[in-house]
């Protein structure tokens, strides 16, 4: 399979709108809300709804705004595109002529980026309970392995012994964070503070763990090769000083295995969590606002931290690889929805809509924040205060509290920045059909994910040969 490699793509220029919330996603002459070259209205006409909508101008735009970030403020950096938040085949061919690496969580991630035409050397395998058969995949292809457990040592070592092959891995750190030991940040990952949510994930191997496993490999292994350390501070706060933390300590053990294994990390991969912000508020609670970091914030302050921790030990600047997800797919995406019933109780206002936690998990799952527009009339003056709400049995709610002009049946109605673990979370509760996916490209747009059927749905299901006789064979004689 030949490799997909960075293509020259024609320099991407921000649409002016009437009123932009990215710089391809905004309010059009007519009023209604676009997508570059496209009016939501007409395509939700044409592909129905629910509609996952995504810029592709935009997806190469957010990929490049924190390519171009680190690669100012460090000499050797690397994007890998964090695949589980929009895993699309499409999105992944986006990345790849883009340039950008991956991360990949289970077999069937890889074998995604695989069957893009990604190079494999970009690729990390992830993953706290790696299967023989992900591990296979990994060795035959190339792909560099982040060692989570401390038996994938020796799987990786005999697989790579029997199919005669070289092996690259890394290992995933237990990091301590004693500094955020007293910082508290969003609860979406459990109790306590930073230090202890991230000591308490299932993640990571420890500092004795990693020394030992070096000193296997180097000592006994020369067909592995060991590439990297990785840490994932994961989506606990929106403030640079805690990853820059996170970025000294993983230079500190870096300077600690060269002194107690021999081993100096030739990369660190200081994964993702990073979070991005809107005027109108974002994120958990909404509380990624304007104040939020910019990748070129990020950029700097973990830049200068592995820099200034560096030369405190004495040790050459390693390569920085960075994992951002939903930095990159996040403000790609627009999710659309038709309004059904309208129900006002005096005391409160609900407008049902067919979209659902289903499509939007995240919504109701851990009360993230997304701007709700109307599609039609998008600046229309808010009039009223209302709950939108899903149709499953459940309180489904995608937007609680909003303040939007007056909607009625048959209205089209938008949620933003939804580019994001959306698609790749949707759920089928209450046996419901998941949403078609469309990318736009100027003037134009295709289905990059086909809208699931009921036959796609029923066709899951089996019925034991007893259960059929039972409903429908010949009654038997009493």
């Avoid at 190079?119 to 392995?145: F, M, R, W, Y």
């Avoid at 104040?291 to 820099?307: C, L, M, N, Q």
């Avoid at 289903?358 to 009223?384: M, R």
């Avoid at 049995?393 to 209205?411: I, M, T, V, Y």
Wanted: proline share 5%; net charge negative.
């Amino acid at each position: 399979m030949a490799l997909v490699t960075a293509k020259p793509v024609a320099k991407l220029e921000p649409i002016k709108f009437k009123k932009n919330f990215t710089e391809f996603i905004g309010i059009g002459e007519n009023g209604n809300l676009w997508v570059e070259g496209c009016d939501c209205a007409e395509l939700a006409k044409r592909y129905d709804t629910p509609l996952y909508i995504i810029s592709e101008s935009q997806f190469r735009w957010e990929y490049r705004r924190w390519r171009d970030a680190f690669a100012k403020h460090y000499p050797d950096s690397e994007v890998l595109f964090a695949n589980k938040s929009n895993n699309g085949l499409a999105y992944r061919h986006i990345m790849n002529q883009e340039g950008a690496g991956g991360d990949c969580f289970g077999y069937n991630e890889m074998y995604l980026a695989l069957l893009a035409g990604t190079d494999p050397k970009t690729l990390v395998l992830n993953g706290s309970n790696k299967q023989p058969e992900e591990i296979e995949l990994a060795v035959a292809n190339g792909v560099c392995i982040n060692i989570d457990g401390e038996d994938e040592l020796d799987i990786i070592d005999e697989t790579a012994r029997r199919l005669g092959k070289d092996a690259d891995i890394g290992i995933r750190l237990n990091l301590e964070l004693a500094p955020l030991g007293e910082r508290h940040g969003v609860a979406m990952h459990g109790p306590g503070t930073m230090q202890d949510q991230s000591m308490g994930h299932k993640w990571g191997m420890s500092y004795e763990q990693t020394r030992d496993i070096a000193k296997r490999v180097l000592k006994d292994m020369p067909h592995l090769h060991l590439k990297e350390t990785h840490y994932h501070l994961s989506r606990m706060d929106k403030l640079t000083e805690d990853f820059a933390v996170m970025a000294r300590e993983m230079v500190q053990w870096s300077a600690r295995l060269r002194d107690d294994a021999g081993w100096i990390p030739a990369a660190i991969d200081l994964g993702g969590g990073w979070t991005y912000g809107r005027d109108y508020g974002t994120g958990p609670g909404g509380v990624d606002d304007a104040s939020s970091p910019t990748a070129e914030d990020y950029a700097r302050d973990v830049s200068a931290a592995v820099k200034d921790e560096c030369d405190k030990h004495g040790l050459p600047l390693p390569k920085l690889r960075v994992e951002p997800g939903r930095v990159i797919s996040g403000p790609t995406g627009v999710t659309i929805g038709r309004v059904g019933a309208v129900k006002d109780l005096g005391y409160k206002k609900w407008v049902n809509v067919d979209l659902s936690s289903n499509h939007v998990p995240w919504a109701f799952a851990i009360d993230w924040h997304y701007l709700i527009v109307p599609v039609i009339d998008a600046g229309a003056k808010a009039t009223e205060t209302v709950d939108v709400v899903g149709p499953l049995c459940n309180a489904d709610e995608l937007g609680k509290q909003r303040k939007l002009p007056k909607l009625e049946r048959g209205d089209l109605i938008a949620m933003l920045d939804t580019g994001g673990y959306t698609e790749s979370h949707a759920g089928v509760y209450n046996a419901q059909a998941r949403p078609a996916m469309v990318l736009v490209n100027g003037d134009g747009s295709d289905v990059t994910t086909q809208r699931e059927t009921l036959g796609d749905i029923v066709g899951r299901f089996r019925v034991p040969a007893h259960l059929l006789a039972g409903s429908f064979g010949a009654p038997t004689q009493g």
